[in-house]
């Protein structure tokens, strides 16, 4: 304790104002001092980085709080701390020798620590001076002060949403494994364009698959269609991308010959692959010359991986960022998985050995075969677990972790971890010590992190879409402007869609021009809601209610550039300028959702509600789940790739999203898509089967409302009230475009058009909207209750460019889990399909469960590949209940076979039907199934040996009537049962024997 005073005597006599001193001998150590001379009302930081030479007895460090009296004394592995000169505090080192130091003052606190842990803390009073710590050594060589910082504790801020597809290697550190930005081939006119991705297994490029061609181009370009010859069209990954060449290009000379046209440039550009060329091209004005090599070129292909190096193959992936004196904050990040690995969101990093993570496990990784949330600390290597928790994610969807770290007192140090709005794990540990973040994925597949935030910084409402070519395209700025999404009435402009509770518009302040703001209107008039009105004269302002005034500012202050009326509850709030101007309480507030205004642009008009989400999808899209089918940003245009949406194919079964957020009371979904180019011969399919559900479980899209917009082949539209018909029309104005109505404008063609789809239900009423028109109604005796919205198709091609969800009450965003594990026994297995068939095994019996609407609802039976020959015969008992619609496919010489059992008469099946088991019905009994394999086969193919049967699986691949929907059938919760499976091996031949 004398050598401590005589510490601080010594110190105090240093320069209490310098940034920085250089070390000075003090006591029995030798000390280092910085300072603060603005010192942050929340305190500070201090990191220190120390290297030991020989053995941690040879040597001691210290870190010194001046203004607090605080000291941490460490050496020959034990620590001691002291306030004012006297031991408060003492204990082991984990380690002998601490890699480093650490100091945390807060407004009310001060840690002190080492070795990766909090050591000790006490009370402060508020400071006023500087802040100053200083670090202390051993005099001689045994310890070494690597570095030392010293920063004010301020809020920690930092976003990356990956927009760059260069990779930028400043900013993310990969420490383990392989990472790659994944992004559009042209980002300027995509959805959400790029993405980090840890990768394992290959990184799909969903988009591409099925709709390219390969063949030599040469440089990968298709000119315009002018006299010139410029470059109208790029390939991805191609010579002519790889060398920078840009849309807009014209090219001169083709090794060295002068080229005047698209006729003289075409045939010099082709060339056999391999073989180079050099360009002359003219870009705004100015000439230069480029060197190729002619390569096969891949059109149509929409995504590329740039590597991060170092690039190398391992389990485990780790990439950081971020500073060492990171600490108390919401770190928030989006994931895409592909696969059933893990990911996970590592925090608190020191050092590849020394960090926290909080990892979420997929089936494959656990015992339960669902999955499982883990915190975790990593100290040496180490791993151990703070808390853990059952829960399982769905291959191929979104989701959005989050850490939340907090606390300023030993035992109170707290790591909340998140998924999407919902706390999923918490623990408390004093080693939750400054560091930096990273992002963790442990194979099989791919993990694709989005939108990395830490800190919660104000997000702006959206306004629209970051294309300037989106808001200017005529066919894509219906839904991408927001000034198209207002209507004149001759007086007043109206939003077209409805703001249900509060809400707050704002607008510019005209000149010498009256302006008129309105909330809550039940019909299109100002006298029906609450209206802000700023007369064009010096008049004063009024706050009137249907038409009444109930408010006036007596002082006429026309002086604001900007007017907002704002309602939250029953009350009502005129701003100018963001200054409150007039406030009234309605005892009765309005029920009315039409929001107006008069003498403003509507493009200069904003609209905000909290009831309200619209979503561009320029972010990941961690508010919605994936039930089917493989989403992702795709291109709509194959033979113009540039342009990329968030969309979703199954060109075999269902293809659906569910929104995680609830919607309570009177709701509303909309929608803007559009079916997707197929493949390079312009090909499609055609626009059709565009479903909307609403209200609905977000397990079952037939629990709620659903209309299916174009259904049988874009002959009809039909609304649904859990899952029963309630209303349908042929009228042209309710269905999609098509390539017949490819004479009308562009806007309303299928080529090029977006379909706007509105499904609301407002009291007893339900309304289905196409375009603004009005194409469907039904009264609701028993109104349904609040519940999700869902977008949807089956086989199909879906691109969603917007969608706008409106309620009374609008839920934050929940997490959809697995709640389907895998099994896997002798005689069955759910790991086929989309893996949403549960199954459960009692006594002998197994109860098969399809946990989601509609899909494949299948199990594959064992063994999945044999011979007829050795197995000839198949037979089960099965039991259906009568919402099972199930079938027993197989395949054999690559024919698909197919033996009726309770599914539907599937005129359109593309295989073959053999005769149906005689008395098998979907009646609550146990039946018995027996099928002669050998016999069926060889009736077909009578010249094969061998006879292999693969996959045999009992399923659903019909979908009449909407089946793959689970309309009519297979709905979530549709079960049957299973029991006394055998696969019959063929009698062994008989063997002589001779008599003695």
Not at 385 to 409: C, K, Q, Y
Not at 809 to 837: H, I, Q, Y
Request: proline letters at 6%; aromatic letters at 8%; one cysteine or more.
């Amino acid at each position: 304790m004398r050598s401590s005073r005589r510490i601080w005597r010594a110190l105090l006599l240093m320069s209490v104002g310098a940034a920085t001193a250089g070390p000075s001998p003090a006591g029995d150590l030798w000390w280092q001092k910085r300072s603060l001379d603005r010192p942050s009302p929340e305190g500070y930081i201090a990191i220190v980085a120390l290297e030991w030479a020989g053995t941690a007895a040879d040597g001691q460090a210290a870190i010194a709080c001046g203004a607090e009296g605080v000291e941490l004394r460490i050496g020959a592995g034990q620590w001691a701390a002291f306030v004012a000169g006297k031991e408060a505090a003492k204990g082991s080192l984990d380690a002998a020798a601490p890699a480093g130091l650490f100091a945390k003052r807060t407004a009310s606190a001060l840690l002190v620590g080492a070795n990766g842990r909090w050591l000790f803390g006490c009370p402060v009073k508020k400071l006023d001076g500087p802040h100053e710590v200083a670090v202390g050594k051993s005099q001689g060589a045994s310890v070494k002060v690597k570095s030392f910082r010293l920063v004010r504790r301020e809020p920690v801020r930092f976003e990356d949403s990956f927009p760059d597809p260069v990779p930028p290697t400043e900013v993310w550190a990969p420490v383990s494994g392989r990472w790659a930005r994944s992004s559009m081939a042209y980002s300027d006119k995509s959805a959400n364009p790029a993405e980090l991705a840890a990768i394992f297994d290959r990184l799909e490029d969903v988009a591409s698959r099925g709709r390219t061609r390969e063949y030599t181009v040469g440089i990968g370009v298709h000119l315009g269609e002018g006299y010139l010859p410029q470059i109208a069209g790029i390939a991805n990954d191609s010579p002519a991308e790889r060398a920078g060449l840009r849309l807009g290009d014209i090219i001169r000379e083709v090794d060295g010959t002068r080229v005047r046209s698209i006729a003289e440039a075409t045939p010099l550009l082709q060339g056999d692959a391999g073989k180079p060329v050099t360009l002359t091209i003219e870009r705004s004005g100015n000439t230069q010359k480029v060197e190729l090599t002619r390569d096969v070129v891949v059109w149509g292909k929409s995504k590329r991986q740039v590597p991060i190096e170092p690039f190398r193959q391992d389990s485990a992936a780790l990439i950081v960022t971020g500073q060492v004196y990171w600490t108390d904050y919401h770190y928030r990040a989006a994931v895409r998985t592909q696969g059933v690995g893990a990911v996970g969101l590592v925090f608190a990093y020191l050092g590849p050995r020394d960090y926290h993570v909080f990892r979420w496990l997929g089936a494959d990784k656990v015992l339960n075969h669902r999955g499982q949330w883990l915190l975790e600390r990593v100290r040496g290597g180490r791993r151990e677990v703070l808390a853990e928790r059952d829960g399982g994610f769905h291959p191929n969807d979104f989701f959005a972790l989050a850490v939340e770290i907090e606390g300023d007192a030993l035992g109170q140090l707290t790591a909340s971890c998140y998924v999407d709005s919902e706390a999923v794990l918490a623990a408390s540990d004093d080693a939750l010590v400054p560091g930096r973040i990273g992002l963790w994925a442990e194979a099989p597949g791919v993990a694709c992190f989005d939108d990395v935030r830490v800190g919660e910084p104000t997000r702006a409402a959206t306004r629209g879409t970051r294309s300037y070519e989106q808001l200017t395209d005529p066919t894509m700025r219906y839904w991408a402007d927001p000034g198209y999404q207002w209507e004149y009435s001759g007086i007043q402009h109206w939003y077209k869609a409805p703001f249900y509770g509060d809400a707050a518009i704002t607008a510019p302040v005209p000149r010498r021009q009256r302006l008129a703001l309105t909330l809550s209107a039940s019909a299109r008039g100002a006298e029906t809601g609450y209206t802000f009105i700023l007369p064009e004269d010096e008049g004063p302002a009024l706050l009137q209610r249907l038409g009444k005034t109930v408010a006036r500012e007596i002082r006429g202050n026309h002086d604001g550039k900007r007017a907002t009326l704002s309602r939250e509850g029953n009350r009502i709030v005129a701003y100018l300028d963001a200054k409150p101007c007039l406030d009234y309480a309605d005892p009765k507030p309005l029920a009315g959702t039409l929001v107006g205004a008069s003498g403003a642009v509507p493009a200069e008009i904003q609209v905000t509600s909290p009831n309200v989400v619209e979503d561009y999808f320029n972010n990941c899209p961690t508010d919605w789940h994936v039930i089917a089918g493989q989403w992702d940003v795709m291109n709509r245009w194959v033979c113009n790739p540039t342009w990329s949406f968030f969309a979703g194919r199954d060109d075999d079964g269902l293809l659906a999203i569910w929104g995680k957020r609830r919607l309570e009371g009177d709701c509303s979904v909309e929608v803007d898509a559009a079916v997707m180019m197929m493949n390079l011969g312009g090909g499609y399919q055609n626009m059709r089967d565009v479903g909307v559900s609403l209200c609905a479980d977000r397990r079952d899209l037939t629990s709620g409302y659903a209309v299916i917009v174009g259904a049988y082949q874009n002959e009809r539209t039909i609304l649904y009230r859990r899952g029963k018909q309630v209303a349908s029309t042929t009228s042209i104005r309710a269905l999609l475009p098509t390539l017949r109505a490819y004479q009308r404008d562009e806007l309303h063609s299928q080529h090029r058009g977006w379909a706007h789809i509105r499904l609301a239900k407002e009291g007893k009423n339900v309304r289905v909207y196409v375009w603004d028109n009005l194409v469907l109604t039904h009264e609701d005796p028993d109104p349904l209750p609040g519940g999700h919205a869902a977008i949807w198709s089956v086989q199909n091609g879906l691109t969603v460019a917007k969608v706008r969800l409106a309620a009374e009450k609008l839920g934050p965003p929940k997490p959809v889990l697995r709640d389907c594990a895998t099994f896997a026994d002798a005689s069955l297995t759910n790991d086929c399909g989309n893996g949403d068939a549960a199954i459960a095994a009692r006594g002998g019996e197994y109860e098969i469960t399809n946990t989601a609407s509609g899909g494949p609802f299948a199990v594959a039976l064992r063994p999945r590949v044999f011979s007829a020959f050795d197995y000839p015969t198949l037979s089960f008992d099965i039991k259906f209940t009568p919402d099972a619609r199930i079938d027993l496919y197989l395949t054999c010489q690559s024919t698909l076979y197919r033996i009726p059992l309770s599914g539907p008469a599937d005129a359109s099946f593309q295989g073959r039907t053999l005769p149906k088991p005689a008395g098998v019905e979907a009646d609550g009994r146990w039946h018995r199934v027996t099928v002669d394999l050998l016999a069926e086969l060889r009736k077909h193919h009578s010249a094969d040996k061998l006879l292999m049967v693969w996959e045999p699986v009992l399923a659903n691949y019909s979908n009449q009537r909407y089946l793959l929907a689970g309309f009519g059938g297979n709905a979530a919760g549709a079960r049957y049962w299973l029991r006394s499976i055998t696969f019959a091996p063929a009698p062994k031949p008989a063997q002589l024997t001779s008599a003695r």
